[in-house]
């Protein structure tokens, strides 16, 4: 899929890459950069490659490049199908860079005196870690102190030696610092601005993680894709809304639509599209799904169910996932409701001209007219006649005392169609048992959103970005 010419390894991962390398029946030089030891079989140094005097580099002069060359080729995160190319150029790269150092700018300039040290624990694969944490940090002149692999710690113990001013970070990473008590409030004192970005954060954890930050510390959530290189909005420094993921940066724009492409107001949700100079080129060899993700004039559907209030500030209702291949089913017919009693909002919402039903259900229809449900519109779950956000559940769940993370799934139920399940962290040392968690959240939900069953897992698995693996869970305790 990406025309890989040569692949650079650390020795960690040699073996995953020959292994990858076989099943996809591909022959590629393995090029190990960080070598001790012994050079492994079917690899190359990287010391010995750059080192050998014998290589003709005047070919290099020959190669011309400009802005719209390809610069990186990221994939996306494929948690509801395969991941794609992402294209990002020269000039993706460098205009996103530049807009983060306008309203938003969070770094203090580098002098004789003075240079920022930023946290680096995102992986530098993910288009997060990579433009906006290692690129845009070395372009100011910053200093940046990794964490190879992320381990309680190992981390701790960088808290604990670094004067850190910056860091950028997933939702896991904050509520791991919000609970863990080995992280000290005096090992943040010269912490100046947060942002946590790549899956939305319960309000409840950032107030956790606040209470150990002097009053003066600015923290933000922000929003972005891999195909928006990947920052497309921010918070000024100073903004105290922590629902909100921030304004469109500068030199681009954004609006709300709705299923049928047509603009919505001020708080009204739809789907969030994009357009800048920060929007991807186009997906690799994927011509469908380009056509699918782009709008006339190169604005980019971003998949993400939002609403954008009267002063530009943005807020994420939901994901939609990735809608490729499939849309959301609508239906007209004598057998749809007259309305929700009361609710006009509702009513506005779930209505499309000339009397459609949304029904917030991802479809295909084959060519007889046969129709495939493909996935739940917002990962809704639905008991009996009600729906039941996941997020709801979590967010809840992460309020008890002995809880460190949560996640919530559909289990199938005979008498109400699907029922919630939750998946329980426990704090170290803590003492809790299911029914304690159960009861916990009946005291604070509707009888129809109490959860049904309790598992305690060790982790709950998620992508490198922070999403939560629901369809992990199911497929490997449900």
């Known amino acids: 899929m990406s025309d890989t010419k040569l692949i650079f390894v650390v020795r960690e991962t040699i073996d995953t890459v020959k292994e990858a390398l076989k099943l996809s029946q591909r022959n590629i030089p393995i090029i190990v950069i960080n070598l001790d030891g012994n050079l492994p079989e079917g690899t190359i140094s990287f010391k010995d490659l750059v080192e050998d005097s014998h290589v003709d580099v005047s070919i290099l002069k020959e190669v011309k490049r400009n802005e719209e060359d390809l610069a990186f080729l990221p994939y996306s995160s494929g948690t509801t199908g395969l991941p794609k190319g992402v294209e990002l150029t020269n000039k993706n790269i460098v205009a996103n860079l530049v807009q983060q150092d306008t309203e938003c700018r969070q770094h203090e300039f580098t002098t004789e005196s003075h240079q920022d040290s930023v946290l680096v624990s995102l992986p530098m ?3 997060y870690g990579l433009t906006v944490v290692t690129l845009h940090k070395f372009s100011v002149g910053a200093k940046l102190v990794t964490v190879p692999q992320f381990r309680p710690e190992t981390f701790v113990n960088i808290l604990s030696n670094f004067n850190l001013n910056l860091f950028y970070l997933s939702p896991p990473t904050v509520l791991f610092m919000g609970s863990y008590p080995q992280v000290l409030p005096t090992y943040l004192e010269h912490l100046r601005c947060i942002t946590c970005g ?10 956790k993680f606040l209470s150990k930050l002097k009053p003066s510390a600015h923290f933000a959530q922000a929003y972005g894709l891999t195909e928006t290189s990947p920052l497309a909005t921010a918070n000024p420094i100073g903004y105290k809304d922590y629902t909100k993921v921030g304004f469109a940066l500068p030199n681009s724009s954004l609006r709300i639509i709705d299923g049928n492409n047509n603009n919505l107001g001020p708080d009204e949700v739809g789907e969030l599209v994009i357009k800048g100079p920060n929007i991807m080129k186009g997906y690799k060899n994927n011509p469908e799904a380009n056509k699918q993700v782009f709008l006339e004039d190169g604005w980019l559907r971003t998949g993400d169910l939002a609403k954008v209030d009267e002063f530009g500030a943005v807020t994420i209702a939901d994901r939609l996932k990735e809608l490729i291949k499939v849309g959301e089913l609508v239906i007209k017919g004598p057998n749809i409701m007259k309305g929700y009693k009361n609710n006009p909002e509702a009513n506005n919402q779930v209505f499309l001209e000339n009397g459609w039903l949304r029904t917030g259900d ?7 007219g046969a129709v495939t449900i493909a996935d739940r519109l917002k990962e809704l779950i639905k008991v009996n006649a009600y729906q039941v956000p996941p997020a709801e559940l979590e967010s809840v769940c992460k309020e008890h005392p002995a809880v460190f993370d949560a996640a ?15 998946f329980i962290v426990v704090k170290d040392s803590a003492k809790v048992n299911e029914e304690d968690i159960m009861a916990f959240v009946a005291k604070r939900v509707a009888p129809y959103k109490r959860l049904k069953e309790v598992t305690f897992i060790n982790e709950i698995p998620k992508n490198p970005s922070g999403k939560i693996l629901r369809r992990v869970l199911v497929e490997k305790f449900c």
């Open 198 to 207: 790549a899956a939305p954060l319960p309000v409840a954890d950032i107030e």
């Open 408 to 422: 919530v799934v559909p289990i199938p139920d005979e008498k109400t169609g699907e029922k919630p399940k939750a």
């Open 362 to 368: 991802l479809a295909k229809v084959d060519d007889f």
């Open 125 to 127: 694969f993910h288009c």
